[in-house]
């Protein structure tokens, strides 16, 4: 027998069995096809959902666009970004609040609900890694909560700084909104009734419990990225270099008011991409020093003229820089995954942090400069 004979007994019977129909609501599928179906839906609709993405990608404000809100005073600038992909919560917020308080409720909430759009058009592995991304606004919310219940800020101002993204898929712990109109020492009791927040809760000082919310921020992030996949590796590598960043300005911030290594110590986030021993040797450094040791790093070229013109705010302006461009540049490792979809929200995120910057410094009649020097264009 040749070959081709010996082995079309096994071709036949991989197409019967392969075939095999099971009838569900008068439609017929193959095992296969069923499989398949299956497979597509656990991993998450990531054709459909990277085409939506990159269309809501063209819609962000152009470089030039904050060129042209500079010139402009703040019923200009409202007027302006009325006529964008804001409109609709301009519109619908402008009968309550009027100047500031309508452009950063309107900003908040025009996030919120581009984190609970991404979420509802999408499925599987997808939807669950989206939901692991924005779950840092819970802790984001809670902070402010935190800060402005501490400072005595009235409801009104703490609510406007919350984003409202949709507790029900992100699946919180607690109603935040609940937590308004509690006092801080009754806030710190309900926290301490969840497992995440109890580190926070046991902590003494305002300062101290913002601490401690920025390390759970960042370990929500880490832990919703713990897979082995290449697009868990690279989320988890963009987090590194986040909270690399956020080493080195605490680092430098405190050493200029003259702290010590051990009040820094307490200071630094773990998991950062630095060693702990060069973050460690960086503490005990004179600020001159770090300065220079700052030009061993890759995001060394952005942060130059910071370092050349010993100007903390240029330097985070670069770091901050460094990061979404890296996030742009990893995202085209795996065009259709979640990498196009955390790089879109993160240059969201960045997008509505410029527009906040702006209009808060027109409304404190800040030089032009000087919110020129603090934004992050990319």
Known sequence: MDLLGSIRPL????????????????????????????MIFRRGNYPYLVARVRAMKGRLLKRDVYGR???????????????????????????????????????????????????????????????????????????????????????????????????????????IYGLLKMNLSEIRDELGRHRDYRAVAERKSLVEMEEELI??????????????????????????????????????????????????????????????????????????????HLKNYPFFQYIKEGIEKRDLSKIEQGLKRYILKKAEKLAYYRPISILPVINYLMRKENEVSNLRLIARGKELNLREDLIRENLVVV
């Open 11 to 38: 071709i036949y019977f991989w197409k019967t069995s392969s075939r095999e129909i099971y009838l569900r609501s008068g439609t017929a599928y193959s095992a296969i096809e069923e499989v398949g179906e299956s």
């Open 69 to 175: 809100l500079m010139g402009m005073g703040l019923k200009d600038i409202i007027r302006f970004i009325g006529e964008t992909d804001y409109k609709k919560e301009i519109d619908e917020l402008a009968g309550k609040y009027s100047g500031i308080d309508l452009l950063e409720k309107a900003l908040n909430l025009n996030l919120g609900r581009t984190i609970n759009k991404l979420i509802k058009i999408s499925t599987g592995d997808a939807r669950r890694k989206i939901v692991a991304y924005s779950s840092k606004y819970e802790v984001i919310n809670v902070r402010n909560i935190i800060v402005g219940v501490g400072r005595g800020l009235p409801i009104e101002e703490i609510e406007k700084s919350l984003v409202p993204v949709e507790a029900e898929p992100l699946e919180m712990e607690f109603d």
């Open 215 to 292: 390390r759970l921020y960042y370990e929500r992030l880490a832990s919703g990225f713990s897979g082995r996949s290449r697009e868990d590796r690279i989320v988890r590598e963009v987090v590194s270099t986040e909270i690399d960043a956020r080493n080195i300005m605490t680092v430098l911030r405190m050493k200029a008011d003259g702290a010590t290594p051990r009040e820094i110590r307490w200071r630094l986030i773990e998991n950062g991409a630095i060693p702990r021993k060069e973050m460690e040797l960086l503490i005990r450094e004179e600020f001159d020093e770090i300065l220079k």
